[in-house]
C-alpha cells in the first residue's frame, strides 16, 4: 500500500468504502474523542468543496443522532455527525491522502505533460525486445561488496545467451572507490527530481507507482537545452517502468552456488551458447578488469592484447544450488504452450485495454490452422505480425448476448492471432450449441466464464 494525495481543490466526498471507529458509549467518552480535534469536512454540491475546522462541542441527541459542533476557520460554524468528524479528522491527519493499493488501472491515451510534450501509459503483461537485433549487452556497477557474490545476477548472465532474448551479458564491477562514474549524473538528476516531487507535495513515498507518473509527467525526456550533451553517455530516451507488488512477489529469486575469489575479478562474460550446458551448469568467462581492445570486443578473450594488464581470462562454472529449478518465463513457456492448441478448437483472446468496452476482458476465437511460427514480418488488415512470434489463421466469435449464459456467432472473415494473446486456460473453451430456434449460436456458460476469469 502506499499514500495517495487527493487532488487539491477536487478533495472527494465520502463513500460507503471509508471506514470509522465505533462511536463510544457515553457523553464524556464521545467529547473526549472529538473535542480540540482539527478537522476537514466535505460539503457537497453546489459547493463540492473541504473547509478546515475545530471540533468545540457535542450538542448530545438531536434528531434522532448525536451531534458535533464545528467551528470553521472562516468564521461559520455547523453540526455534523460522528462518521462526518472521524472523516475530517482522518483527512486532516493525513494532509489529503488516502490510502490507495499499487495496482490501480494505469491513465489511458495522450495525457499533456507540464512542459507540454505528450505521453502514454501502457500495462505490459510480458517485455518483449525492443532491440532485436541487439547481441551484447553491457552492465556496469559499482564496487558494492554484495555485487562481487551477487549470486542471481552472475547465475543470469551465465544463461543469457540462450535465454529468452539470446542476447549474450556481460557485468562489469568497476574498481572500489572508483570516485565518480559515468552512470553518476544520470542516478543524480532522478534523485533530484525524486526529492522535487516530495518537496512540491505531490508525493509522500517515493519509490511507488505514483512515482513513475509523476515523472513520466513532468520529467519525459533526458534533458533540456543546454544540459543535453552530445556525448556517448547522455541518453535521448528514458521509459519509467513501475513493477507492481504482486508481480515481484511472485517472481521467485534463484540462487546459485558462488565460485572462488569473485572480488578479484571485475569482468563476468556469459558466452555459452549450448542450451543444456547454459542451464545446467552456467559457464562464465572471467576476467580482473574489463578490456575494450579489438579482441576481447570480438570476445575473443584469450587472445586478448593487453593480458598484462587485465589478466588472463578463465573459465568457472555457475551451479545451481541444490533443490533450486530452473525459472520458466512466459516466453519460454510459450513454444510448449502453443503444441497443445490444436486447430478447429476454441481459446479466449485477452482484449486490447482500448477494446475492453465491446465484449468486456476477453474474446472467443476459433483456430483454423495449426499455430506457427512466423518466418517474416507482414501487415495484415492494418495490424503488424512480427518475424519469429508465434500465430495463426482465426474466425473471431462476436458475443451477440451477454448475461449469466453468453451467446456467440462466428464471424466468416479470416484473420491472424499471435498466439500470446490467448489466455492459458487448462485447455480450450467449451460452447454448447443452444435449441434449433437460434441456428448458427453458441452459447459459453457461467462455469467456463468463470475459468477464462480466474486464468486471465
Given at each position: ?9 477536487q478533495?472527494?466526498?465520502p ?12 457523553a ?13 469536512m ?6 463540492s468543496?473541504?473547509?478546515?475546522g ?8 438531536k434528531?434522532?443522532?448525536?451531534f ?11 453540526d455534523?455527525?460522528?462518521r462526518?468528524v ?9 494532509g489529503?491522502?488516502i ?6 488501472p ?6 499533456s505533460s507540464?512542459g ?7 500495462e ?5 525486445p525492443?532491440?532485436p ?10 564496487g558494492?561488496?554484495g ?17 529468452p532474448?539470446?542476447?549474450r ?5 568497476d574498481?572500489?572507490?572508483?570516485g ?10 532522478f534523485?533530484?527530481?525524486?526529492n522535487?516531487?516530495?518537496a ?15 515523472m ?6 533526458p534533458a ?7 556525448t ?9 517502468a ?18 572462488q575469489?569473485s572480488?578479484?575479478y ?8 549450448n ?6 551448469v ?18 575473443k ?7 598484462q ?8 562454472e ?20 502453443v ?13 486490447a ?22 518466418p ?27 448475461g449469466?449464459?453468453?451467446?456467440y ?12 494473446a ?16 437460434r ?7 457461467s ?9 486471465a
Amino acid at each position: 500500500m502506499y499514500r495517495k494525495r487527493i487532488p487539491r481543490h477536487q478533495l472527494r466526498a465520502p463513500t460507503e468504502e471509508d471506514e470509522i471507529d465505533d462511536e463510544p458509549v457515553g457523553a464524556a467518552a464521545r467529547e473526549e474523542a472529538t473535542l480540540e480535534r482539527r478537522v476537514l469536512m466535505y460539503f457537497p454540491p453546489p459547493l463540492s468543496c473541504h473547509y478546515a475546522g475545530t471540533v468545540d462541542g457535542y450538542n448530545g441527541d438531536k434528531l434522532g443522532g448525536y451531534f458535533y459542533h464545528v467551528s470553521y476557520d472562516d468564521g461559520d460554524e455547523q453540526d455534523h455527525t460522528w462518521r462526518e468528524v472521524q472523516l475530517g479528522i482522518q483527512w486532516y491527519e493525513t494532509g489529503g491522502y488516502i490510502n490507495a493499493p499499487h495496482d490501480e488501472p494505469l491513465p489511458t491515451g495522450p495525457i499533456s505533460s507540464a512542459g507540454g510534450a505528450v505521453w502514454a501509459l501502457t500495462e505490459e503483461t510480458e517485455l518483449r525486445p525492443r532491440m532485436p537485433g541487439l547481441t551484447d549487452h553491457y552492465e556496469s556497477t559499482d564496487g558494492a561488496g554484495g555485487q562481487f557474490q551477487g549470486e542471481t545476477n552472475y547465475g543470469q548472465i551465465g544463461r543469457g545467451a540462450v535465454g529468452p532474448s539470446q542476447v549474450r551479458r556481460h557485468g562489469i564491477i568497476d574498481v572500489a572507490n572508483h570516485g565518480k562514474n559515468v552512470c553518476d549524473p544520470e542516478g543524480g538528476q532522478f534523485q533530484a527530481r525524486l526529492n522535487e516531487s516530495v518537496a512540491s507535495n505531490h508525493e509522500v513515498l517515493p519509490g511507488t507507482r505514483n512515482c513513475v507518473l509523476y515523472m513520466a509527467q513532468y520529467h519525459p525526456t533526458p534533458a533540456d537545452g543546454e544540459l543535453k550533451k552530445p556525448t556517448t553517455w547522455s541518453p535521448d530516451t528514458k521509459v519509467y517502468a513501475y513493477y507492481s507488488s504482486q508481480v515481484l512477489n511472485h517472481k521467485k529469486k534463484q540462487h546459485f552456488k558462488p565460485y572462488q575469489h569473485s572480488k578479484r575479478y571485475h569482468a563476468r562474460h556469459g558466452m555459452c551458447t549450448n542450451a543444456s550446458r547454459a542451464e545446467s551448469v552456467g559457464p562464465l568467462v572471467l576476467s580482473e578488469a574489463f578490456c575494450g581492445c579489438a579482441k576481447c570486443l570480438e570476445c575473443k578473450f584469450s587472445e586478448c592484447l593487453v593480458q598484462q594488464h587485465v589478466g588472463v581470462a578463465r573459465t568457472v562454472e555457475v551451479h545451481r544450488k541444490k533443490g533450486e529449478k530452473s525459472a520458466v518465463t512466459q516466453a519460454l513457456a510459450l513454444p510448449l504452450f502453443v503444441k497443445g492448441v490444436e486447430k478447429d478448437f476454441t481459446w479466449a483472446v485477452a482484449a486490447a485495454e482500448e477494446e475492453l468496452a465491446a465484449e468486456g476482458r476477453y474474446w472467443l476465437a476459433r483456430i483454423l490452422d495449426q499455430p506457427y511460427q512466423n518466418p517474416q514480418e507482414f501487415m495484415y488488415c492494418g495490424e503488424r505480425f512480427e518475424k519469429d512470434y508465434y500465430i495463426a489463421k482465426i474466425h473471431w466469435l462476436r458475443c451477440i448476448r451477454r448475461g449469466v449464459v453468453r451467446s456467440y456467432k462466428e464471424e466468416k472473415a479470416v484473420s491472424y492471432l499471435s498466439m500470446n494473446a490467448i489466455i492459458r486456460t487448462d485447455g480450450p473453451v467449451v460452447l454448447t450449441k443452444p435449441p434449433r430456434t437460434r441456428r448458427g449460436e453458441l452459447d459459453l456458460s457461467s462455469e467456463e466464464q468463470t475459468r477464462i476469469f480466474n486464468a486471465a
